[in-house]
């Protein structure tokens, strides 16, 4: 792992390979080791970039009052620190409602955008009563002793996690944070970006598992009306975190699209 600074605050990434450039933003909870099968994959034709997010991994905790936006402005110092842009950007879950917001703020560092089973935000894609049932969800989560704090979101693989990923899903999920996440989950409640979506003009690729629940087809099928030039590949028997569940199916699905868009 290497790092950057951004205004006093510690990024953490991990690089590999050599080619055009890919940058992979994980979801809420995790941090960039949930891209291991992607990161070994694509590095033979990419530069694959993942980071751990201010508050995950192993960067700095998050400072205090930091918003959506400062989540995008430290990916975009990223990309600019590793001379990357402009490059495809891949955001799974929240990772995409920041790629998002990395484009609003600087899209001439985004050359495509991978929207991975994601959202416009909860108040931009879900319905007011699913958001308060969230809310709910996660102050209920966060209310209990640390000692017992279990990070874990409901709804994310369509059966039991893969067996092959989890050690690294529980690895993950003793580091996580509970002030990071609660962040996360609570800028997600308020997060709008449907206005974002039509102005978007790069490629987009929409990546959905056929079976997530935690943010349905319905969605997608918005974000394939609303942005311009989009593709929506559907990942049959797949839910939430479609890059563990189907990662061979996953990586050449991405492959393609930037083979495409080069």
């Known amino acids: 792992m290497a790092t950057v600074q951004v205004g006093g605050v510690e990024v953490a990434y991990a690089r590999v390979g050599h080619g055009p450039p890919l940058v992979l933003v994980h979801g809420a909870g995790l941090d960039g080791r949930m891209w291991q099968p992607q990161l070994a994959d694509l590095e033979d034709e990419f530069t694959v970039v993942a980071w751990d997010e201010p508050g995950a991994g192993r960067s700095s905790d998050l400072p205090a009052g930091f918003g959506l936006v400062d989540f995008a402005?430290?990916?975009?110092?990223?990309i600019e620190a590793l001379r990357l842009g402009p490059a495809h950007v891949a955001g799974i879950s929240w990772g995409g409602t920041v790629a998002l917001e990395l484009y609003r703020h600087r899209p001439e560092l985004v050359r495509t955008?991978?929207?991975?089973d994601t959202y416009a935000g909860w108040k931009g894609s879900l319905p007011p009563e699913e958001v308060a049932a969230r809310v709910e969800g996660a102050k209920r989560m966060l209310a209990v002793p640390r000692e017992r704090f279990d990070p874990t979101l409901p709804g994310l693989f369509a059966g039991d996690p893969p067996a092959a990923f989890v050690p690294l899903l529980d690895t993950m999920a003793d580091d996580v944070r509970p002030e990071t996440l609660g962040a996360e989950l609570f800028m997600m409640a308020e997060a709008d970006e449907r206005d974002l979506l039509p102005a978007i003009t790069v490629p987009t690729l929409l990546l959905w598992g056929e079976l997530d629940v935690r943010s349905p087809l319905s969605v997608a099928h918005a974000f394939e009306d609303a942005i311009?030039?989009?593709e929506l590949v559907v990942l049959p028997g797949v839910g939430h975190v479609s890059n563990l569940e189907a990662p061979e199916r996953f990586n050449h699905t991405v492959r393609e699209f930037c083979r495409a868009h080069a």
Do not use: G, W
């Open 113 to 116: 955008l991978i929207m991975v």
């Open 228 to 230: 311009p030039n989009t």
């Open 73 to 78: 402005h430290c990916l975009a110092a990223v």
